[in-house]
């Protein structure tokens, strides 16, 4: 029997599970800002993956990569969420977003 694709859609079931709740808080402290850190981990992660000689590690490794990028997308989409009032917004948010415009 071969567990490899057991293992890999359990993988890909635990990232996708443990990446939601960072996107939404993500969001919700930094709002949509933070999106680079998304994209330079993701990226580290699918070069890392290019280097590893274990397949599964490596399959491992690079699905977590596009699942941190495919986060990006994700983290503009909670945005719109908490706009149409699906998700709560932090408050002082709005205050402290307007003291940045003035430069304060």
Known sequence: MQFVGVLMGAAVFIMIGMLHPVVIQAEYH???KVWPLFLLAGLAC???S???N???ISAMLGTFGFSLLW???ELFE???RVEKGWFPKK???ENQ???ADMGL
């Open 30 to 32: 930094w709002g949509t």
């Open 46 to 48: 699918i070069a890392a």
């Open 50 to 52: 290019l280097f590893i």
């Open 54 to 56: 274990v397949t599964v």
């Open 71 to 73: 986060s990006i997308r």
């Open 78 to 80: 909670q945005k719109k």
């Open 91 to 93: 408050p002082n948010k």
């Open 97 to 99: 977003s307007e003291k």
